[in-house]
């Protein structure tokens, strides 16, 4: 007996998969801090990303050499952390956006009903 299909949790497992590359993509345009990452991400349909998804991500990056963080003190509230893409992130972005064009590409053949 087939399962009943859950777009939520399809959705959920979608978004997982890309939310590495999106953030990146969002720290390329220059310097960032965490929440500005959020608001640029929750402004783009389909993605949908929280605070708790980017934030941990955005520290396992900086761990990795992927981002540069720089903490800046403020004048209302906590010092607030800049990020910005090193060599290694650059280099991690630029293979991650060649692997989507070549899936997205492919997946769009498939739906499309061309099997080249």
């Known amino acids: 007996m087939a399962t009943a299909f859950d777009m939520n949790q399809w959705t959920t497992q979608l978004r997982k998969g890309i939310v590495e590359l999106a953030v990146l993509a969002v720290v390329r345009r220059g310097e960032t801090y965490g929440y500005r990452v959020?608001?640029?991400?929750?402004?783009?349909?389909?993605?949908?990303?929280?605070?708790?998804?980017?934030?941990?991500?955005?520290?396992?990056?900086?761990?990795?050499?992927?981002?540069?963080v720089k903490t800046v003190p403020s004048q209302i509230g906590p010092p607030r952390r800049y990020y910005r893409l090193t060599p290694a992130g650059r280099d991690r972005l630029h293979e991650m956006t060649s692997l989507w064009a070549t899936t997205t590409d492919t997946m769009n053949q498939l739906l499309q009903g061309d099997s080249r």
């Open 38 to 68: 959020v608001e640029e991400l929750r402004q783009l349909a389909g993605l949908d990303l929280s605070e708790s998804t980017v934030y941990p991500l955005l520290a396992r990056l900086a761990k990795e050499n992927l981002l540069a």
